[in-house]
T-cell receptor, first 113, second 115 residues
Framework: GENVEQHPSTLSVQEGDSAVIKCTYS??????FPWYKQELGKRPQLIID?????GEKKDQRIAVTLNKTAKHFSLHITETQPEDSAVYFC????????????FGRGTSLIVHP | DAMVIQNPRYQVTQFGKPVTLSCSQT?????MYWYQQKSSQAPKLLFH???????NEADTPDNFQSRRPNTSFCFLDIRSPGLGDAAMYLC??????????????FGAGTRLSVL
């Protein structure tokens, strides 16, 4: 089955800095990669996603890049704000034709004002 | 507007006393999932329904069962809760059809405490 590794587990930055979270996956057949943000005590919510036929996608301060050859994808947040503080989960879907996502372990992002 | 609704938000039960958590959706999605999430960990899939077809994860304890009486509702039954079952339980839904990307919509969760 698919295996997703996510790093770092904790990321602490100053407001205004950039933050990068990286994930690797094991199955080259995976073709859809969502990122979820979960604030403390709240539900995970999709913030950005990318399909395997695209190398990069951007939405305002958030971007995701995908390197299919290396089997890794990254979340980039620029000009971080305190409200970006949350746990971020990456996921990979499509391995073996499965629609079930495999989640990474999560990254706790702390943005200091 | 909440599209995936979980009730109750907080549930306290006694060791060994059966408990049922509920989830409803207004999205008419064909797939519904139940996840267990413990502090600072990724959601762990317990099982899911693809339409009426039930799919159990291999490592889901027998203590956990689920029912989906119709498209909109799904229930998680914990027959004999143990202290280790205290966690946040998340319900999610998605529309799976062909090559459509599988975006999951999560409910707010039910936090279960076992005394």
């Amino acid at each position: 089955g698919e295996n997703v590794e996510q790093h770092p587990s904790t990321l602490s930055v100053q407001e205004g800095d950039s933050a990068v979270i990286k994930c690797t996956y094991s199955d080259s057949a995976s073709n859809y990669f969502p990122w979820y943000k979960q604030e403390l005590g709240k539900r995970p919510q999709l913030i950005i996603d990318i399909r395997s036929n695209v190398g990069e996608k951007k939405d305002q301060r958030i971007a995701v890049t995908l390197n299919k050859t290396a089997k890794h994808f990254s979340l980039h947040i620029t000009e971080t704000q305190p409200e970006d503080s949350a746990v971020y989960f990456c996921a990979a879907t499509g391995s073996g034709g499965s629609y079930i996502p495999t989640f990474g372990r999560g990254t706790s992002l702390i943005v200091h004002p | 507007d909440a599209m995936v609704i979980q009730n109750p938000r907080y549930q306290v039960t006694q060791f060994g006393k059966p408990v049922t958590l509920s989830c409803s959706q207004t999205l008419n999605h064909n797939v519904m999932y139940w996840y267990q999430q413990k502090s600072s960990q990724a959601p762990k899939l317990l099982f899911h329904y693809y339409d009426k077809d039930f799919n159990n994860e291999a490592d889901t304890p027998d203590n956990f069962q689920s029912r989906r009486p119709n498209t909109s509702f799904c229930f998680l039954d914990i027959r004999s809760p143990g202290l280790g079952d205290a966690a946040m339980y998340l319900c999610a839904t998605s529309r799976v059809a062909g090559t459509t990307k599988n975006i999951q919509y999560f409910g707010a969760g039910t936090r279960l405490s076992v005394l």
